[in-house]
């Protein structure tokens, strides 16, 4: 269960908030000051801190440099009753994940909270590779040692040092935004911001606001001045997730950035320069997208200058043994929960198991593994029962189900393992909160 820290001055609000978290199957811990919330930080160790700018002993703003420096893998959102601009900059710049108003934005609280949280156990996970004897930078990050894997960590070395635009491509759960990252960090702009947005996760006119910024009163909500993400990447990288995803007409507004370097913000007619490398990832085939008029073909080109396609897990199985063995070191640090022996027979299954789901699938897989273990020690019995049966993937008269069927069973376990709570469930499951509500509503769960 992920923690969240409030820190605010304002009992009723801080109240409110409470509530309104909790539900969502969160840990709430509270705080009405900076030196309060200073002291839960190093007992509790949040994932996402909700900290108002004004308290009574100091300034939210400059809070998030402390626990930053207390805490550097915890994801820090700020509130603020009167929202401003430069405070928004040198929050950023002092590494806010967000910086939202009060009131204004209370609708976004939950879907920010379920990214920020995602974007903070990223970082234990990889600060746990580090305590594991890897640096978790650049392509140290990239596990696989097999042929296919090889390949294309060469092909990304070789793209790092330029500016060039790349796309990445392969099935859901390959590892595309470790790859951007591994490419971004051994590039010129190691030092600069890397800002991931993924395409598939907002509706229309909110992607376009996300990406350019809008300027208060641009359209109904806009109460203020928003920062584009394009914005937040000048001088790093821009990494969009889904590429295939994403609008027609946003797809020509993107196209004009690359080719100009500079783009409109909603409500604006003053361009806003921005220099920022391009990375683009997609599971989709995008020249059969270009052929059915869901994709632009000059953009597609664009962003394809350099393309690498990322090996399933299904064409290279050599790797699944280091995978689970480096998971089971993940979540061990994170659970506090060593794990001195994998049994040979819980390998065998994981080998034999199809993996449509990938290395996201894997993780998945672990992780479950790890609450269910006893003793020390990972068996066949904590695996899922599905992956227990250890069925070839060829062999169809094990599967008696509709794939329907298997679906609405599989979410529905992962709500009763979660407890309810749908923004874990759609964690584990590796799909966005708003599919899993969808299909909650479509399989009646």
């Known amino acids: 269960m992920a923690k969240i820290l ?3 001055d304002e009992t009723q609000l801080r109240g409110l908030l409470s509530r309104i978290i909790g539900l969502e199957g969160y840990e709430v811990i509270q705080a009405e000051n900076c030196t309060t919330g200073l002291r839960q930080l190093e007992r509790t160790h949040p994932e996402v801190v909700l900290c108002d700018v004004k308290l009574p002993d100091g300034n939210g703003v400059e809070m998030v440099t402390r626990i930053k420096q ?37 609708n976004k609280i939950i879907p920010l909270l379920s990214r920020a949280v995602d974007k903070a156990r990223t970082n234990r996970r990889r600060n746990a590779a580090t305590a594991a004897g890897s640096t978790g930078q650049g392509f140290d990050a990239i596990i696989g040692s097999s042929k296919p894997m090889r390949a294309a960590v060469e092909l990304a070395r070789k793209v790092a040092g330029t500016d060039t635009s790349v796309l990445l491509t392969g099935e859901t759960g390959t590892g595309k935004e470790v790859f951007a990252q591994a490419i971004h960090r051994a590039g010129k702009r190691k030092d ?36 584009g993400l394009m914005e937040e990447a000048d001088g790093g990288t ?16 993107l196209l004009r950035v690359l080719e100009s370097g500079e783009f409109i913000k909603v409500g604006e007619t003053k361009p806003t320069k ?9 599971n989709r085939d995008l020249p059969a997208e270009i052929a059915a008029g869901n994709f ?61 789901g990938n290395i996201r699938e894997l993780r998945n897989v672990v992780e479950r593994s790890m609450i269910m ?30 794939l329907r069927a298997i679906e609405k069973q599989h979410i529905a376990r992962m709500l009763g393992h979660t407890g309810g709570n749908k923004t874990e469930a759609a964690r584990l499951l590796g799909i966005g909160l708003t599919t899993l509500y969808r299909k909650i509503e479509e399989y009646g769960l």
């Open 238 to 253: 821009l990494f969009l997730d889904e590429i295939g995803e994403m609008p027609v007409d946003l797809q020509a507004k």
């Open 373 to 402: 273990a006893s003793d020390g020690v990972l068996r066949a019995e904590d695996l899922p029962v599905e992956l227990q049966h250890g069925a070839p993937a060829s062999d169809d008269s094990t599967l008696p189900l509709s």
């Open 274 to 282: 921005v220099n920022m490398r391009v990375i683009a990832a997609t």
């Open 70 to 106: 207390a805490e550097p893998d915890c994801e820090v959102i700020l509130l603020t009753a009167y929202g401003n601009i430069p405070d928004g900059v040198q929050a950023i710049k002092n590494g806010a994940f967000d910086y939202i108003t009060k009131g204004d934005d209370n």
């Open 192 to 227: 600069r911001t890397f800002v991931a947005v993924n395409c598939s996760a907002f509706a229309k006119d909110l992607l376009e606001s996300e990406l350019f910024g809008h300027t208060a009163g641009a359209f109904t909500g806009a109460a203020k001045n928003k920062k």
């Open 296 to 356: 632009r073909e000059d953009l597609y080109y664009r962003l394809s200058v350099f393309q690498i396609k990322l090996p399933s897990l299904g064409e290279r199985p050599s790797d699944i043994d280091e995978y689970a063995r480096h998971f089971t070191n993940v979540f061990a640090a994170k659970m506090d929960k060593p794990v001195e022996t994998i049994e040979p027979g819980y390998l065998e299954l994981l080998r034999r198991h199809p993996w449509r």
């Open 6 to 8: 409030i820190i605010d």
